[in-house]
């Protein structure tokens, strides 16, 4: 059938009379019915009452005006009369009517024009006929039941609160009762939903419906959300009570909408918060009855009658509700609805966070989380932290993650380290949450550890899978740690490992050769960048003894450029041993490093061994080392060194073998070649001092544990004569072997020692602006270890002025620490700076009796000598060594002033600086 196009008024007339016409066409339907082919012609009548209502309502209408609702009302009278038809041929069933989706798609548009206020039955009419139709043959394809469930439930919805219905009616003649017209509306809503399910008695078919509610149930509107969830709770029921699901089907998106209806338990609306309880029962019912375990159903039944009479402010049967869900989900469900649970910790609703972040922790400690879940959930957390507003709601997830580390730690590890590069530290606070509970701290480094020795031969690595070995990660993961508080006690406790596992990763990064960037580094640099794979390695070696308070090692590395060592392969065993040489010194974990050393020793990489052997080899100097192990047990270990193929692990074993550790004869040769060469380097005119003075520290160095006794006071006073020596060779020779010295004479001759240190620390001082930087380079490491032999306060912050300090108020603070913690603690039993404080002292007497300011080796730029004082030396006043020869530092007798009243103390001594301490000092002067 064909109507042209009519023309406005026309076209309204032309619908009446379709209108008067349909119920003819109905009525021919019945003897048709009754012919010899009933199926036949019923259908060509029905058919044709369609095409009728199709083409009329297709014809373009340009006269239609706004709230002209005629043509609709026709149309809608219409349908409705064909439906009445196709309810009574109850044969309709074997039809195919193919124009229902195009006649659903004419209702749908009249219902999307319906105004926001209820007048008529239009909204309940039009869905009870959309209802009908959906009965019929063939089966609504899902993009129509779509199309049907958005613009239906967005019509009702939407429409205002229900004290605001009546309100918002324009004026009328005769005024509806709006409270019957939204029930009916919303009955006929309940029962085109009823309809679906019928049509298709499935679980997917459920969670299709749910689907399409999601964004009422998300919404920030209460009477939205109380509509959406008192559906919800209609449809379940209806499907518990009368609909026997055909399936089994176990969609996963079923634990998403659970998640969403779980988030409305604490709405503020009482009617939303208990239809969203009983949506999860009434759930919880449909996947029992699905699995058909009669045990759980019976005891579902018992959990909420008893929790019907709890309290309502009791968290018990949120508790009981989750346990069930835990036991009734697929893990896939279960993974859907921790993720929506994840989404809703993002809400600016702090009711809804903490109910999501309290759900979550439940879930989490009740141990339902299987393996296969972890990385998905750590995704999805990972996503939502930087948008949660709330401190204690991510302080309560960081529990959760702390507990799903402890249940999955490996799982755990291996998901974190791939969320992102560790230098963007957006993943820090997962971490840090591991470090909550000290043994789960514990197994992460562990983790770490054996990540980082992951480490694929330089062939099987390609250029662009570099940045994606899982060693590099859990390297660049370890130097975040490092200065993580929470990590400092475990760092501490795996110590040994992270140190071997640091030099060891540092050898295989070279044989990869991906050193780029390692030397270009800039520590004073305020520009954030990443740093290379070899920087990073190189830069948590040096943060591994910073951080765990081995800061001695840390200074006597970084005062002799000992770190620039490792930035080279034809360098890097200098640098292993120079490393060792010092923590042997300072006794730093010697028993565990060395314990860590001799598994690598046993290991088939030969990277581990040179590590092993080259660390081991010096610590063969400790003090310590016979109480950790036997020389039979290192000779052993050496002894397995000797087999290596490599040649530098064969070299290194046999001369540990020769040690005196291990051959105590040799202390008695190496004690007379000292005598010897001593009285040399002691005569009127030595030969060759730099020769000397090189033997005499070799011999020092393998002397070791057995020291040098009583030979040291008498090398202390002859190298600190060379302290002015023309010469910047022998200068920077006798300053370094002067620290060798004073820490070398072992405990009986320590405190003459320190007497010997106390004495140099002027001299060094001004060697500290010696005209050649390798002279200052020495200068500071022997001035440090004087200070570390003294035992002054604020050695650290004394490093720190002495490696990374510059200009005068560098040198100035230098001078404050030095006098301040010498005037304190003083340099010995008996030491100048003690007897300084009652009266003018021999120190006082010593200082002044120094040579001129202008000595060998210090030049003092900018200024012209200065007048001179009453005895006669000239003082150089830009420089802090000046300050030595004014009274401040000698009070009168009967004077009060001494150096606590004016520093004020320690703290505030460390935080004066140039511009203050100066004028203050000149003040004084003056």
Request: include cysteine; hydrophobic fraction near 40%; glycine fraction near 6%.
């Amino acid at each position: 059938m064909h109507v042209p196009g009519l023309p406005g008024a026309v076209h309204r007339r032309a619908l009446e009379v379709g209108e008067q016409h349909l119920p003819a066409l109905l009525r021919a339907h019945g003897p048709a019915r009754r012919g010899a082919h009933p199926a036949l012609g019923g259908q060509r009548h029905l058919q044709d009452g369609l095409l009728l209502l199709l083409q009329l309502l297709r014809e373009p209408c340009p006269a239609r005006q706004q709230g002209d609702n005629i043509l609709e009302t026709s149309f809608l009278s219409a349908a409705v009369m064909l439906v009445k038809a196709l309810k009574q041929e109850h044969s309709t069933r074997r039809y195919r009517f193919t124009q229902i989706p195009e006649l659903i798609q004419c209702l749908l548009a009249i219902l999307q024009k319906e105004p926001n206020f209820l007048a008529t039955l239009f909204r309940q009419k039009i869905i009870l006929v959309i209802m009908e139709l959906s009965k019929l043959q063939p089966s609504l394809k899902p993009v129509v039941k779509s199309r049907i469930l958005q613009t239906c439930l967005q019509s009702l919805y939407m429409l205002p609160p229900m004290e605001m219905l009546k309100s918002c009616l324009p004026p009328l003649d005769l005024a509806p009762d709006v409270m019957v017209l939204y029930q009916k509306s919303m009955q006929a809503l309940d029962l085109l939903l009823q309809t679906f399910i019928s049509e298709n008695k499935s679980m997917d078919e459920m969670c299709f419906l749910l689907q399409h509610t999601e964004p009422w149930l998300k919404s920030d509107k209460s009477h939205e959300c109380k509509r959406v969830v008192q559906t919800i709770f209609l449809l379940l029921k209806y499907v518990v009570d009368y609909v026997k699901l055909t399936d089994e089907a176990t969609p996963s998106m079923l634990g998403h909408q659970i998640g969403l209806l779980m988030l409305l338990w604490r709405d503020r609306d009482p009617v939303t918060q208990s239809h969203s309880r009983q949506c999860i029962y009434l759930l919880l019912q449909l996947l029992i009855q699905q699995k058909g375990s009669m045990g759980q159903f019976m005891h579902l039944n018992k959990m909420k009658n008893f929790e019907a009479k709890a309290l309502r402010r009791s968290e018990m049967k949120f508790y009981n509700l989750v346990k069930a869900l835990d036991r009734s989900l697929t893990p896939a469900q279960h993974t859907q609805l921790i993720l929506t649970l994840l989404g809703g910790l993002c809400s600016h609703d702090h009711l809804q966070c903490d109910l999501a972040s309290q759900l979550l922790l439940m879930i989490f400690q009740n141990q339902s989380i299987k393996v296969e879940q972890v990385a998905e959930i750590l995704q999805g957390l990972f996503q939502e932290l930087p948008s949660i507003v709330f401190k204690n709601i991510l302080q309560t997830m960081m529990k959760a993650v702390t507990v799903l580390g402890t249940q999955h730690t490996q799982e755990t590890v291996e998901v974190m380290l791939s969320l992102c590069h560790p230098s963007e530290r957006q993943v820090l606070p997962l971490w840090k949450a591991l470090a909550n509970n000290n043994q789960l701290a514990r197994k992460v480094l562990m983790l770490l550890y054996m990540k980082l020795k992951l480490r694929p031969p330089k062939e099987l690595v390609r250029l662009s899978q570099q940045a994606e070995l899982i060693s590099l990660l859990a390297l660049g993961t370890i130097y975040e740690l490092l200065y993580t508080r929470e990590y400092k006690a475990t760092v501490r406790w795996a110590f040994a490992g992270i140190l071997v596992g640091l030099l060891t990763q540092l050898h295989y990064l070279f044989e990869l050769d991906v050193v780029e960037g390692i030397s270009d580094y800039q520590e004073d640099s305020l520009e954030v960048k990443p740093l290379s794979p070899c920087r990073t390695c190189l830069e948590a070696l040096k943060g591994l003894f910073w951080t765990t308070n081995y800061w001695e090692v840390f200074a006597y590395l970084q005062l002799l450029r000992g770190w620039e060592l490792f930035e080279h392969l034809e360098t890097y065993t200098e640098g292993v041993t120079l490393l060792a040489r010092a923590m042997a010194h300072y006794d730093c974990e010697v028993k565990a490093v060395l314990g860590q050393a001799v598994i690598s020793l046993k290991s088939s990489e030969e990277r581990d061994n040179i590590v092993a052997i080259l660390v081991i080899t010096e610590f063969l100097n400790s003090q310590e080392l016979t109480q950790y192990m036997s020389r039979r047990a290192m000779d052993n270990f050496l002894s397995l060194g000797l087999s290596s193929p490599n040649q530098l692990v064969r070299a290194m074993s046999l001369k540990g073998l020769t040690s005196i550790l291990m051959d105590p004869k040799k202390v008695v040769l190496l004690r007379n070649q000292l005598a010897g060469l001593l009285d040399s380097f002691m005569g009127p005119e030595p030969q060759d001092l730099m020769g000397l003075m090189g033997d005499l520290g070799d011999i020092l160095h393998s002397l070791g544990t057995q020291g040098i006794g009583a030979t040291s006071i008498k090398m202390a006073p002859a190298l600190l004569s060379l302290f002015e020596d023309e010469q910047a060779p022998v200068r920077g020779g006798a300053i370094s072997l002067f620290g060798d010295v004073v820490h070398s004479g072992g405990k009986k001759y320590r405190p003459a020692l320190k007497r010997q240190a106390f004495q140099a620390l002027v001299p060094l001082l001004f060697h500290l602006v010696d005209s050649c930087p390798a002279v200052v380079m020495k200068t500071k490491l022997t001035f440090l270890r004087c200070a570390i032999l003294l035992k002054w306060e604020f050695r650290k912050e004394l490093f720190g002025k002495l490696a990374w300090g510059h200009g005068l108020g560098a040198e100035n603070d230098i001078f404050i620490y030095m006098v301040w913690t010498a005037g304190r603690l003083g340099g010995g039993p008996r030491s100048p700076w003690s007897e300084a404080r009652s009266s003018r002292p021999a120190g006082g007497e010593q200082l002044r009796q120094l040579p001129p300011v202008s000595h060998a080796g210090v030049d003092l730029p900018g200024q012209p000598p200065q007048k001179p004082e009453a005895d006669g030396h000239e003082v150089h006043r830009g420089h802090p060594a000046g300050l030595l020869y004014r009274p401040l530092l000698f009070p009168e007798e009967g004077r009060p002033e001494n150096l606590q009243e004016i520093l004020g103390g320690p703290e505030e001594g460390l935080r004066l600086r140039e511009p203050q301490i100066l004028p203050e000092l000149s003040g004084r002067h003056h």
